[in-house]
């Protein structure tokens, strides 16, 4: 429901890479968030273990950048976790994402196992 109601409401578009046995092995969920309409949010990315390090997200993502722009969007943003995503700063910022700020984990929210919250913007 919430993936459905995201892709409804915020704009939301999923952009997913298929192995050659047209499986799907990577996704990108961008969408709508605030209100600047040039710029997009990416919630949510991942990848299949199998298909990992081998350069699928890096490709996934600068085609999303590509469709994106094609679009009229000039910024994307995107959080992560680096406790327990150890290895998406670094990539982020192989991509030229720029981390902007740090959300510290607070006791009482329903992310606090997750650790602290980095997030980044991009202008594409």
Request: hydrophobic share 35%.
């Amino acid at each position: 429901d919430e993936w459905m109601s995201r892709l409804k409401n915020q704009q939301g578009e999923i952009i997913y890479w298929t192995s050659a046995d047209n499986e799907i092995g990577a996704f990108i969920f961008v969408m709508q968030r605030g209100v600047d309409p040039l710029q997009q949010h990416i919630w949510i990315a991942g990848c299949d273990k199998k298909f990992r390090r081998m350069g699928v997200m890096t490709k996934l993502f600068e085609f999303a950048e590509q469709h994106k722009r094609a679009q009229g969007i000039r910024t994307l943003t995107v959080n992560t976790y680096p406790d327990k995503f150890v290895n998406m700063p670094a990539f982020l910022e192989s991509r030229q994402f720029q981390h902007c700020y740090t959300t510290k984990a607070v006791p009482d929210s329903p992310h606090f196992n997750l650790g602290d919250k980095f997030s980044y913007v991009k202008e594409i």
